[in-house]
């Protein structure tokens, strides 16, 4: 099956490429493409857990989803 994420923060060619880098390491993720103008990540994956590691792999590396409103603002303002 294939997906795409969007993603926060991807701005250029090098972010691109630690993006790739990273992902492209985890069982079941291939076809792996990066569209910085869209700030898109696409690639196909076996089951809907795959897209969970994908997303938490982001994350971690400073590229949340759109979707993830967990900005470095907000977790420093615990309110």
């Given at each position: 099956?294939k ?6 923060n991807l ?5 691109a ?7 492209s390491?985890?069982e ?15 690639f ?18 400073g ?9 470095l ?7």
């Amino acid at each position: 099956m294939k997906t795409s994420i969007l993603v926060q923060n991807l701005k250029c060619g090098g972010c691109a490429s630690t993006i790739s880098s990273k992902i492209s390491t985890i069982e079941n993720i291939s076809n792996l493409h990066i569209d910085v103008e869209e700030k898109k990540v696409s690639f196909n994956y076996l089951n809907d857990a795959d897209i969970l590691i994908v997303k938490e792999k982001l994350k971690h590396l400073g590229y949340p989803s759109i979707e993830d409103n967990n900005s470095l603002i907000s977790k420093a303002n615990p309110l």
